[in-house]
């Protein structure tokens, strides 16, 4: 099995992405299941490499006034 590499979506993300979106996305990303944690603030979780801010972006729930 390839080596897995631990990716850290940090705070300023984490507040605006539901973990549920983050996992459906990897899966679509990597072709199967991803377990997500979050650990002091932050979401962690290993993959085959470092996802982009560009491929989570769009996860972002943020409330317009």
């Known amino acids: ?5 631990e990716n850290i ?3 300023d993300l ?3 992405i ?3 979106k ?3 996305r990897l899966r679509s990303i990597f072709r199967y299941d991803i377990r997500v944690r979050h650990v002091n603030e ?3 979780f290993d993959a085959p490499r470092i996802i982009t801010r560009d ?4 996860l972002r729930e943020i409330d317009r006034v």
């Open 1 to 5: 099995m390839a080596q897995l590499i």
């Open 9 to 11: 979506i940090n705070q």
């Open 14 to 16: 984490v507040g605006y």
């Open 18 to 20: 539901r973990k549920e």
């Open 22 to 24: 983050l996992e459906a």
């Open 42 to 44: 932050r979401f962690v």
């Open 55 to 58: 491929e989570i972006d769009d």
